[in-house]
């Protein structure tokens, strides 16, 4: 698999700043043009991508009253998984336009398909990429049919154990991806920060050897950008206008500021990492007069000796290094020499 690749001309992986990702998932709340909003907001915060779910609820559950198909805890106790994605699903007679507004936006759009009928839409539509959320990670069909378009192909590894995700990659492969990222990722909505355990992220890239990231439901920025100094090269998280708009997925997803932070601060933490350098660096070129250096701080005479009480390591930086003290004490000097005279080796019979 290759460590780099291209989604809409940008680069992503080794070298290459993080890539953002903001998930608008359910946080249209049912209404078109908040998800235009989502989508301009994105990309005014400098999110890289905007992405959807493409599923119908009949696509991705059954219509069930039955105990196996009710949520009996967490956020969404209390309803079917039928009524749940009824709600939360992004109409498909949608996407259209929401391509079309992310192109006027100037940002890229891709989804999570979660059927073959909604990887069949989405190629109509000419999607960049496809996504398999977590859920679907063990979905090897699905992974093969979305790997079969030729498309970069992102999988999120939530609950996911290292068989699993090798499976993954394996039907990833097996359906001629060639371009592919696994996501570390903690399946819970919202996931507390001592759950990431992110040291996995490098653990992932050398044992896996694709572009690896972080699929982020923490409440803050911290996690993130903790995986981007951890080489994470994908940063996924929710995103909505409002994270009290009482949508199914509002109450974990970061608001217009927060996101535009999160890009901002990603890649600050990007390009503080660098390579390694033991130079000086140019931010640090004026500060050199600063350092200690030797001086001579007593009048003397030529042919005098120099010694001990007669030069000092103090500041500024012009004379010689400080580790030359024991080279000098006992020379003598050639010439008459004022005190405050910088050291250096002309000075010196």
């Known amino acids: 698999m290759s460590k780099q690749f291209k989604i809409n001309g940008r680069e992503i992986g080794e070298g290459s700043k993080p890539y953002i990702i903001a998930e608008v998932s359910a946080n249209h709340n049912g209404k078109i043009e908040t998800a235009m909003e989502l989508i301009a907001c994105a990309a005014k915060s400098g999110a890289d991508c905007v992405k959807l779910q493409t599923y119908r609820p009949d696509t991705i559950t059954m219509n069930s009253q039955s105990p196996d198909f009710r949520i009996s805890d967490g956020l969404w106790a209390g309803t079917t998984l039928y009524e749940l994605y009824e709600k939360a699903h992004t109409p498909w007679e949608w996407h259209e336009q929401l391509f079309d507004r992310a192109r006027k936006c100037g940002i890229t759009l891709f989804s999570s398909p979660f059927d073959t009928t909604a990887v069949d839409l989405l190629e109509e539509l000419n999607a960049p990429a496809y996504k398999i959320a977590s859920f679907e990670a063990v979905d090897h069909a699905l992974i093969r049919y979305a790997a079969s378009t030729g498309k970069p192909l992102i999988i999120s590894t939530g609950m996911a154990d290292v ?10 492969r ?8 696994i996501l570390h990722c903690v399946s819970g909505y919202p996931a507390p920060s001592s759950d990431y355990n992110l040291q996995t ?10 572009v690896t990231g972080l699929s982020d439901h923490t409440l803050d920025n911290t996690t993130a950008i903790t995986a981007v100094a951890l080489g994470a090269s994908i940063i996924e998280k929710h995103f909505t206008l409002d994270r009290s708009g009482g949508g199914p997925d509002d109450s974990f997803s970061l608001e217009p500021k927060e996101l535009h932070a999160l890009c901002r601060d990603s890649k600050i933490a990007w390009e503080a990492l660098g390579g390694v350098d033991y130079g000086r660096k140019s931010s640090e070129s004026g500060n050199v007069k600063f350092r200690r250096s030797l001086y001579i701080v007593k009048d ?9 009480d007669c030069i000092r ?10 580790k030359h003290l024991n080279d000098l004490i006992g020379r003598k000097v050639a010439t008459d020499i004022t005190s405050g005279t910088r050291m250096c080796w002309d000075l010196l019979q």
Not at 174 to 181: P, S, W
Not at 300 to 308: D, L, N, R
């Open 300 to 308: 003397m005479k030529a042919g005098a000796v120099i010694s001990e």
């Open 313 to 322: 390591s103090i500041r500024p930086g012009y004379g010689l290094a400080p």
């Open 201 to 210: 992220i490098p653990d992932m890239a050398a044992r896996f050897g694709c």
């Open 174 to 181: 097996d359906g001629g991806c060639k371009e592919l990222a």
């Open 163 to 172: 068989e699993e995700i090798e499976e993954a990659i394996q039907a990833a």
